[in-house]
């Protein structure tokens, strides 16, 4: 029997499809494949504002995301051997229209079902990946792989392109600054990861697959991307909380208070961001043997609950 998996994701720009085709090119002639997408009601704006874009954050981090469409009904009624769940973090927390998904009744899709998960991000995925585990977890789904594709330019270079993705719509290259979001070659290269999903379902052992995914670079992790991103979830909590006391999404009351957040983050990264890598650095030195165990545990599938 072909195996049967279905590939639920939501993309904004479609980089995430991009990735999630490029996983399953190599053997979509083997097995049986569904595609379901996670829609919001009200699309998010792209190209963002600056307002509309830090105004998202506060419901992102509190995970109060705005309304998703149904899925398609079709879905529920097949049995599945796999499914592929792709996301994106939005401010280090899945992105709010995949929140809205697994808030939803629409999780019993995944209830003791094999699940990878494909995330399609910047490089801050740590605590997006640790909520998807604890929803997962919450329906009894068996997380068997984890493939991770970010932009492998430097922190800095990869904000300053998302920046200009984001807010004028520019993926390409422009003057100084490389092409924005994962490169085209990663993205080309996670085909074979299809492969190895492929060759688990023969063999009949998804519980070795992640193994194997680690071996061929499906989790590549920056010890000092662990501590930044430590720290800022600290910062986006308070500054939800903040926000929030003045309205909800898209409240004229509160834009004040957006703005701050930006310009505050924006100082954060751009001017003290030096001090803070080197601090970074120091406990990078200083705490060796704790960060060793955070880089294994984040690349490994295990949920312990608030780990981060
Ligand atoms: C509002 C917003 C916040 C984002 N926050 C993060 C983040 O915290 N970490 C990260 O690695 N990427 C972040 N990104 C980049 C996305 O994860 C993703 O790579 C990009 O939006 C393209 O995804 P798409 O497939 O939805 O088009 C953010 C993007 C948006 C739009």
Known sequence: MRPRILVLYFTQTGQLRQILDSITSGIADKVDIDYAVIEPVKPFPFPWTALQFFDAMPETVEHLPAAIKPLPADIFKKEYDLIIFGYQPWFLNPSQPTTAFLQSEFIRIFKDKPVVTVVGCRNMWLHAQEKVKGYLSGVNAHLVGNIVLSDSNTNLISLLTVIRWSFKGQKAASGML?????????????????????????????IDLHRELLFQGAVMLNPGLVILEQRGIKNF?????????????????????????????????????????FTALLKRVMKRHTLQKDVDYFRHLQY????I
Request: proline content about 5%; overall charge positive; hydrophobic content about 45%.
């Open 304 to 307: 312990e609950k608030g780990r």
């Open 178 to 206: 490389p092409a924005a979001g994962v490169q085209d070659v990663d993205i080309a290269g996670a085909r074979r990861f299809g492969f190895i999903i492929y060759k688990h379902f023969q063999e009949n052992n998804l």
């Open 237 to 277: 909590r308070f500054w939800a909380k903040f926000i929030r006391e003045k309205g909800g999404p898209g409240d004229p009351e509160r834009a004040k208070r957006v703005m701050m957040f930006k310009n505050l983050l924006l100082v954060a990264i751009f001017i003290l961001s030096p001090f803070s890598s």
